[in-house]
Antibody, heavy 119, light 110 residues
Framework: EVQLLESGGGLVQPGGSLRLTCAAS????????MHWVRQAPGKGLVWVSR????????NYADSVKGRFTSSRDNAKNTLYLQMNNVRAEDTAVYYC????????????WGQGTLVTVSS | QSVLTQPPSVSAAPGQKVTISCSGT????????VAWYQQLPGTAPKLLIY???KRPSGVPDRFSVSKSGTSATLDITGLQTGDEADYYC???????????FGGGTKLTVL
């Protein structure tokens, strides 16, 4: 069974840093592109980033480019999102997702981890 | 402001059919298949339909999609109260090189 388990969320001050972790299991992690998608409270889905299977290629939304970095450790079946210089508008539930083998859609989602940026 | 445009809400009675639209441009919907996601209250989104009307295991064929040019449509027939959820369309935008989502549509089954 495919499982994605995010952790690392919490309260962080504006300008601070946080690292999110997504532990993957139930599939060959090293064969899949992975994404981060966020959802502010009461709002819609917003794509954040994606990383290719071997970690050599990343794409980011303009809103986080230069501040967030996605990386992975295929030996540990783990995806990371390093969040630096966070802003109030980064407050959201962050979901880790697996990209399907068909297209860019996310076929599995984690349960999400809440990041709150506030002083 | 989302790149893909969806109506904020739709509603219909149990047993009826509802249609949710998703409008984009030539660089996203016009050149890629659209995926649809269902988010039940208090839960994470789940993939509902993808590619050319493919459904993950467990998704009933009451859910179907169509696409014409730069617009896509999700049809839900035989509405059930358990279908009450937020529905999102999403696809790759080749011009922006990002994944784009619609703003979401809240379905109410009256």
């Amino acid at each position: 069974e495919v499982q994605l388990l995010e952790s690392g969320g919490g309260l962080v001050q504006p300008g601070g840093s946080l690292r999110l972790t997504c532990a993957a299991s139930g599939f060959t992690f090293s064969s899949y592109w992975m994404h981060w998608v966020r959802q502010a409270p009461g709002k819609g889905l917003v794509w954040v980033s994606r990383i290719n299977a071997d970690g050599s290629t990343t794409n980011y939304a303009d809103s986080v480019k230069g501040r967030f970095t996605s990386s992975r450790d295929n030996a540990k079946n783990t995806l990371y999102l390093q969040m630096n210089n966070v802003r109030a508008e980064d407050t959201a539930v962050y979901y880790c997702t697996r990209e399907s083998k068909i297209g860019s859609e996310s076929d599995y989602w984690g349960q999400g981890t809440l990041v709150t940026v506030s002083s | 402001q989302s790149v893909l445009t969806q109506p904020p809400s739709v509603s219909a009675a149990p047993g009826q059919k509802v249609t949710i639209s998703c409008s984009g441009t030539s660089s996203n919907i016009g050149s890629n298949y659209v995926a649809w996601y269902q988010q039940l209250p208090g839960t994470a989104p789940k993939l509902l339909i993808y590619d050319n009307n493919k459904r993950p295991s467990g998704v009933p064929d009451r859910f179907s999609v169509s696409k014409s040019g730069t617009s896509a449509t999700l049809d839900i027939t035989g509405l059930q109260t358990g279908d009450e959820a937020d529905y999102y369309c999403g696809t790759w935008d080749a011009s922006l090189t990002v994944v784009v989502f619609g703003g979401g549509t809240k379905l109410t089954v009256l």
